[in-house]
């Protein structure tokens, strides 16, 4: 489709397209812009392991967790997303009038009825824009990708405007007492969706799988804590990737057939592959399922040479026999060794430095993958996205980055903005598993009370986050926002959304470095 630029009219929202414009599917809709937060504060995992009496390497080996970010009681989903939402929107000089869809992906709940979107509809109230679609979605972790899709669904639907889509994944991922502890974590992403775009959704190939299992649940509204089953919740995993990954496969291989190819799909067919990671440990797990399910699917593998060599034993082995069969996990594990350095490893550091972060889990992992490649070594690849939520629902995708890695180009400008994020990572202050211990008891009495000012200090946030200031009588959150330079008192208080006079200062008005979004063109998985 040939590109075609605004006809600028007072009646008509800056970013939308013209009517004559909207018709045939958009080019390359997909993820243009990302942005990431983590908390500013983190519990060394070695240091935990020493702290809950367990023996060494439990949770840095065999979880393959080295820190834990988590939140002080100042911090809640709302701030998280309000702070990501205008991170992003500042870093990419992107005015608010240009988006006409927000939707959150969540299991955060704080609020039975409030979504978290109208709480972040207040950065938009400077510039006048309310015609923004979208609501909040929810199922575990997999809430963030059902707001992608339904996100990138808009974009190419007869509803889209012209404008763009954001999408953001946020939760704080926290565990009483015990063994699931170690695989918590918080944070948010926020997705700018739109065509042209660097990180382009392949069409048609999705593979879903969707069933009822009671593996990770949160039935007690007043805690934060799940209930969790985690040999369940394992197997929940497994047998959801078996599945989509069988799903995505015939796909792939209707759509070559259509081409007149008759070759087989594998694994070498993904550049990079990214997972939901609850724990780095079961994405490596993964990575070797997925090329058990290459081996059994293969009319004659090769067991002499090659990536199969010394696996002729497992050739007849059932795949929902072997969720917990260590002698198949092992075998495959060193086979596909080579494989996860390749394509996978590099996905892991914020889950490996700041934990799990639920919804955002697969979409952190995605801006480890790019923050940690040069434009060139990523264009024209394609990524295999796995993403799971317990209870369970998953899906296995694909996007396609572009082949343009010119300097100036979207994919370098989405580089470059996450090339910072071990620089973040490092600037983080490490606290004592006796003060997370002390953090975690806090929250855990304080979580839905009223009348309550957080006790969490300021101070310990970084520059430009958003914190919770105080609860009222009835239950109605308050928030600031820590300024960007030290010595500046703290910005105005984002009151609760029903006050309409007061709200935070509009945002710079730049002129945007990003083109318009017009184109005619053992513990539980979770969870």
Known sequence: MEKVDFIHSPFRMPGSAAISCLGPWPKDVG?????????????????????????????????????????????????????????????????????????????????????????????????????VEGIDTTNACYGGTAALFNAVNWVESSSWDGRYALVVAGDIAVYATGSARPTGGAGAVAMLV??????????????????????????????EYPVVDGKLSI???????????????????????????????????????????????LVQKSLARLMLNDFLSHPNPNTETGPYTGLDAFRDVQPEETYFDRDVEKAFMKASADLFERKTKASLLISNQNGNMYTPSVYGCLASL???????????????????????????????????????SGLD???SSLSDLKVRLDSRKKVSPAVFSE??????????????????????????????????????????????????????????????????PSPAKKMPRIPAATACPEAAVSN
Request: hydrophobic residues 35%.
């Open 31 to 131: 993820i243009i812009a990302m942005e990431l937060y983590f908390p500013a504060q983190y519990v060394d995992q070695a240091e935990l392991e020493q702290f809950d009496g367990v023996p060494s390497g439990k949770y840095t080996v065999g979880l393959g967790q080295a820190r834990m970010g988590f939140c002080s009681d100042c911090e809640d989903i709302n701030s998280l997303c309000l702070t990501v939402v205008q991170r992003l929107m500042e870093r990419n000089s992107l005015s608010y009038d240009s988006v006409g869809r927000l939707e959150v992906g969540t299991e955060t709940i704080i609020d039975k009825s409030k979504s978290v979107k109208t709480v972040i509809m207040q950065l938009f109230e400077d510039s006048g824009n309310t015609d």
């Open 194 to 223: 739109g065509p042209n775009a660097p990180l382009a959704f392949e069409r048609g190939l999705r593979g879903t799988h969707m069933q009822h299992a009671y593996d990770f649940y949160k039935p007690d509204l007043v805690s």
């Open 235 to 281: 197997e929940c995993y497994l047998s959801a990737l078996d599945r989509c990954y069988s799903v995505y496969r015939n796909k792939i291989h209707a759509q070559w057939q259509r081409e007149g190819s008759e070759r087989r799909f594998s694994l070498e067919d993904f550049g990079f592959l990214v997972f939901h990671s609850p724990y780095c440990k």
């Open 370 to 408: 790019i923050a940690q490649h040069t434009p060139s070594q990523i264009a024209g690849q394609r990524i295999g996205v796995f993403s799971y939520g317990s209870g369970f629902a998953a899906t296995l995708y694909s996007l396609r980055v572009t082949q343009d890695h010119t300097p100036g």
């Open 413 to 415: 400008k989405l580089v």
């Open 439 to 504: 953090n975690m008891k806090l929250r855990e009495e304080t979580h839905h009370l009223a009348s309550y000012v957080p006790r969490g200090s300021v101070e310990d946030l970084f520059p430009g986050t958003w914190y919770l200031t105080r609860v009222d009588d009835k239950h109605r959150r308050e928030y600031a926002r820590r300024p960007q330079d030290h010595d500046l008192p703290a910005e105005p208080q984002l009151v609760r959304s029903s006050t309409a006079t007061e709200h935070i």
